[in-house]
């Protein structure tokens, strides 16, 4: 795999275009850099004249294409190159050459080279893709496509046949990485007795932790436990409106960063969730909220999506809230949440709620 090369923008994701009409006008050529390591090419070609120029073998070949720092072009033969003559004569087909010459990259090159066909409704239809062996040096494999008859009946409009060919070289990663492993690592000070310094007493319960894990990953730890706070001389701290159960599910993903199976939560599922919510939002653990408001999502029905929704207003989580109020004014669901309990004792504590759905309602 060779280097990506300095692209020429320097902001890769700005899209350029090229287009050039060859001298037999037997193809247009549109060029469109994604990045320094993509590019897509789309030839239109006159099918006439293109079956012409190859029946010696010739090639229609496309501009040299700077993807991943190497140079390539691509090669079609409209009868078959004529490296092989006599072979497939009337069948397409298709040459990836990379023309960077090998001493001037010694690692091997990954590339995906993907080939399409427009159909005579303009619509894409996916050929081959595949990703050629590592080259050290240029490929002699071709790609072989339809027949003429095939290509003929199938996508020739209005005297034209057009191709689009994606060109993307891969990452290469000679050195194995394992994925990280620190959370299960700081995971295990959990389990241990080693080093902790802060307990919390929640409803009878004790839990003991490490005041610089918590303070590390909640803001409102470290302000409570590093800060000037009282809890911050206090050996044990007691804490009220969380259960134990919550407070220990919250504690494995402080320590983790991993949300706990729902048959580790101890209870319904959507309920724990749902305080787990709650706790996260109360010490500031805004990826731990989220993947909470993701589960409550995954679960939710036409007779929970009120009281989903209220939790989502309560605790201040607008991406469930617009969620769920997308669920409720969707057409087929409308008529039926309205009448859910739930979502009238919505309409009594939250008015406003309510006005929001209506408006959303109302603008589709």
Known sequence: MSEVGESSNANSSVMSKRQRKSETEAQIQTTTILHSSSVVVEFRINYKQAKH??????????????????????????????????????HFSIHLERQTKPETSKKPVKVMFQVLLIDKDGEPVSICSRMPPPMQ?????????????????NFVKDGHI????????????PVPVPPSNIGKHIGTLLDGTDGKDVSFLVDGETFRAHRAVLAARSPVFQAELLGSMAEAAMPCITLHDISPATFKAMLQFIYTDV??????????????????????????????????????WENVSLDTVG?????????????????????????KNFRHVVLTESFMQLGQRFPSLIAEVREKAVSI
């Open 162 to 173: 057009k191709f689009v060919f994606i060109i993307t070289t891969l990452p290469d990663n």
């Open 137 to 153: 040096r240029n490929s002699a494999n071709y790609l072989w496509l339809a027949s003429q008859t095939y290509m003929v009946r």
């Open 259 to 296: 949300l706990p199976e729902d048959h580790d939560l101890g209870g319904d599922p959507a309920e724990m969730f749902e305080l787990l919510l709650v706790a996260a939002d109360r010490f500031a653990l805004d990826r731990l909220k989220l993947l909470c408001a993701q589960k409550l």
């Open 307 to 331: 009281d989903v929704l209220a939790c989502a207003e309560i605790y201040n989580c607008p991406e469930l809230k617009n969620k769920c109020i997308e669920f409720v004014v969707a057409d």
């Open 53 to 90: 120029r190859g029946i010696d073998g010739r090639a229609i070949k496309s501009d040299p294409l700077c993807v991943g720092g190497q140079v390539w072009r691509i090669n079609l033969y409209p009868c078959g190159p004529y490296e092989t003559p006599g072979m497939n004569e009337d």
